[in-house]
């Protein structure tokens, strides 16, 4: 059984969710978040690590905060 956030629709793909984060980034119009957990902003190499947050975690592209900010920015 999904949870209810599983279950929400978007009217966007998921492989667009970082590039739809980031071309606003690119354009000054918005703020990168500032990072949450300052230690783990250089383990790029990790390949859990999202650019977007900076944070070692989950793939932006199922992370219900970052698809609900792009429904904003849209």
Do not use: F, W
Not at 24 to 48: A, M, S, Y
Request: charged letters at 35%; glycine letters at 2%.
């Amino acid at each position: 059984m999904l949870r209810a956030s599983e279950e929400k629709e978007y009217p966007y793909s998921e492989s667009d969710v970082l590039e739809m984060l980031n071309k606003p980034l690119e354009k000054k119009l918005t703020e990168q978040p500032k990072p949450k957990l300052p230690e783990e902003i250089r383990r790029t190499n990790d390949p859990r690590y999202g650019k977007y947050y900076r944070i070692i975690s989950h793939l932006i592209e199922k992370c219900q905060a970052s698809k609900g900010q792009v429904l904003q920015l849209i």
